[in-house]
């Protein structure tokens, strides 16, 4: 693994002054992570769209805390330069402080996350409270909330009325005070994105948010073309390694049914002398 230095919440605070946006991605996986271990992003999140890219549900109210725990593990074997944060699934954190607070330390301790991201502005702003009360850095995540996509009957995009966007303006500024150190835009217009990255001091990283954001966030299934079932407006497709995927593995069925693979460099022998004592010794088996 790469030996740089680790990133920190102040390091990452301190990119809302650089000039140039920084870039963030979703990860999931103890392969992926070592490539981007090698890469330029500053911090990681492993997202709990992990339920519908990793464990084929239909949206991510459905993945519990222990499976996203077991990807944060594997993440965090992989990564240890970017700073990695880790989603805290619907229902870890919605019924009480406490929970919220002992799921986020879940996180911290056997996933070895360094950050946990909840979504929700005022709603929540006492679970932020008190789980970055208990030590536990916190990124917000507002505007589209994936979470919420039964209560919603789909996927709504907000802040395109003015109500809408004073809401999310309020809810930007709360987490803010409530000690968040970063903040997810997901699907809100691009004007209210620069009005919330101009005035808070924290990072914003949108998602569908425009280039104004301090940083950017992407899900590596969409970035690579991985995922068949979904591609997104947000998201551009860098990379369409599904089909090379399939390509590659038909190569495969058809090396193999034309015996081409394994061939002599994929395979040991036996020293002759070996082979014919062992055929001698079998002959009347
Ligand atoms: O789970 C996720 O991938 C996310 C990002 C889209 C921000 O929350």
């Known amino acids: 693994m790469s030996s ?6 102040s390091d990452i605070q301190n990119l809302k002054n650089s000039k140039t946006p920084f870039c963030t991605i979703t990860v999931y996986d103890y392969a992926s992570s ?22 084929g549900y239909e949206n991510t109210t459905r993945i519990s805390v222990n499976e996203l725990l077991f990807l944060t593990k594997a993440v965090s074997r992989g990564i240890n330069r970017a700073l990695i944060v880790a989603d805290l699934p619907f229902m870890s ?9 002992e799921n986020a330390g879940r996180f911290i301790k056997e996933g070895r996350a360094d950050a946990v991201k909840l979504e929700g502005g005022i709603e929540y702003i006492d679970r932020v409270e008190n789980i970055v009360k208990a030590g536990i850095p916190v990124m917000g995540h507002i505007g589209l909330k994936p979470q919420s996509v039964l209560q919603e009957s789909g996927y709504k995009i907000k802040g395109k009325t003015f109500e809408s966007a004073k809401e999310i303006y309020r809810d930007a500024i709360a987490l803010e005070k409530a000690g968040a150190f970063s903040v997810v835009l997901e699907c809100v217009p691009v004007e209210l994105a620069d009005i919330i990255t101009s005035k808070l001091k924290i990072p914003t990283i949108g998602i569908g948010a425009g280039a104004g954001c301090d940083g950017q966030i992407q899900v590596f299934h969409d970035l690579i073309g991985s995922f068949k079932k979904s591609s997104p407006k947000h998201a551009k497709k860098y990379l369409n390694i599904e089909r090379s995927i399939a390509a590659a593995i038909e190569n495969y069925i058809k090396d193999v049914r034309d015996r081409i693979f394994p061939n002599q460099s ?3 022998t036996m020293h002759k002398n070996t082979l014919a004592e062992l055929k001698k010794a079998l002959e009347n088996t």
Do not use: H, R, T, W
Request: glycine share 2%; charged share 10%; proline share 5%.
């Open 4 to 9: 740089k230095i680790k990133y920190k919440i």
């Open 34 to 55: 070592l490539i981007i271990n090698e890469l330029n992003i500053p911090l990681v999140l492993v997202g709990d769209s992990a339920s519908m890219v990793m464990f």
């Open 93 to 101: 954190y919605q019924p009480s402080n406490s929970l919220a607070v």
């Open 266 to 268: 994929n395979y040991v």
